[in-house]
């Protein structure tokens, strides 16, 4: 696979898809509205992305390391490891509550692309075990495979209903479980 080009075509095409592939879906977008949209020529989506799917990979790569950034920041202060989940769960809540929240992209796109051996469904599944490990340095293996499964839940929830009761239900079910690891160490 060839290297990216940083160009300002690149940059639009990419942030364009990025807003339509969240807020629409990956599938009921098409690839003469994305290049529409970003100004671009058809030929300048395929020289920068050889296919819509490697598009998807690019878009969800962004949000990968959009996450990554986030979770490196709390690492960066040096927190004890149970501060650090709770800081993870609180930048969860305020993506949760921010405005035009739709959901965890990952979870949204997996739905897609349901096939284990696509790009897409491995994108989300490098980007989940990334997650899940990062969560499992914080926390015993039990604690962290629930913490996953209350931001699944919660991401899921949050653009169904009340993002502030779900965030309130997801920090609380948080601070349980690190209650819970609290008492046992």
């Known amino acids: 696979m060839r290297e990216p080009r940083a160009s300002e075509a690149r940059t639009r095409l990419l942030a364009t898809a990025t807003r339509i592939f969240y807020t629409e879906g990956i599938h009921s977008v098409g690839i003469d509205r994305i290049v529409a949209e ?3 020529t058809r030929a300048t ?3 920068h992305f050889p296919g819509k799917e490697d598009l998807v990979v690019a878009y969800l790569t962004e949000v990968d390391q959009a996450i990554r950034g986030h979770v490196d920041k709390v690492a960066a202060a040096g927190l004890p490891p149970v501060e650090a989940a709770r800081a ?3 930048g ?3 993506d949760i509550r921010s405005p035009g929240f739709r959901g965890c992209a ?14 897409v469904h491995r994108a989300v599944m490098a980007h989940r075990q990334w997650f899940a490990d990062t969560i499992a340095e914080l926390l015993p293996a039990p604690a962290a495979r629930r913490f996953v499964l ?4 919660a991401m899921a929830s949050g653009c169904l209903t009340d993002p502030a009761a779900v965030c309130e239900t997801f920090l609380l079910g948080v601070e349980a479980l690190l209650l819970d690891r609290q008492r046992t160490t």
């Open 45 to 47: 989506l395929y020289r």
């Open 88 to 90: 993870i769960a609180h």
């Open 38 to 40: 970003a100004q671009i």
């Open 106 to 119: 990952f979870l949204n796109a997996v739905t897609e692309y349901p096939d284990p051996a696509h790009p």
């Open 92 to 94: 969860i809540a305020d």
């Open 150 to 153: 209350l931001r699944d839940g």
